[in-house]
């Protein structure tokens, strides 16, 4: 059994910043990518960043230049560093990881999400 628990999420004044973090724990074999999500109220969910086990990282394009995505592979934990936050940032934010339990069963894992507020 894997789990992904996140922290971090808050209430912030636009312009301000928030470090998100997620770990996951349990029956890990190997974990691959690793990435965080949104979904605001009344809209679908949206990628926000992506980075592999060896580093590569991808952003959504309404965050490229202010959200930077890192992780600690020893730690099987991801950060999300968010700067310039904006209201439209305003949405729960969920952690995803691709981790196989053995060395052939690979899946996708989600954890709560935690609430972001931006504030005008």
């Known amino acids: 059994q894997v789990q992904l628990v996140e922290s971090g999420g808050d209430l912030v004044q636009a312009g301000g910043s928030l470090r998100l973090s997620c770990a996951a724990s349990?029956?890990?074999?190997?974990?691959?990518?690793m990435g965080w999500y949104r979904q605001a109220r009344g809209k679908q969910r949206e990628l926000v960043a992506v980075?592999?086990?060896?580093?590569?990282?991808n952003y959504g394009d309404s965050v490229k230049g202010r959200f930077t995505i890192s992780r600690d592979n020893a730690k099987n934990t991801v950060y999300l560093q968010m700067n310039s936050l904006k209201p439209e940032d305003t949405a729960v934010y969920y952690c995803?990881?691709?981790?196989?339990?053995?060395?052939?069963?690979?899946?996708?894992?989600w954890g709560q999400g935690t609430q972001v507020t931006v504030s005008s």
């Open positions: 995803s990881a691709d981790i196989k339990t053995d060395p052939i069963f690979r899946n996708t894992y």
């Open positions: 349990g029956s890990i074999f190997s974990v691959n990518a």
């Open positions: 980075i592999t086990s060896g580093g590569s990282t």
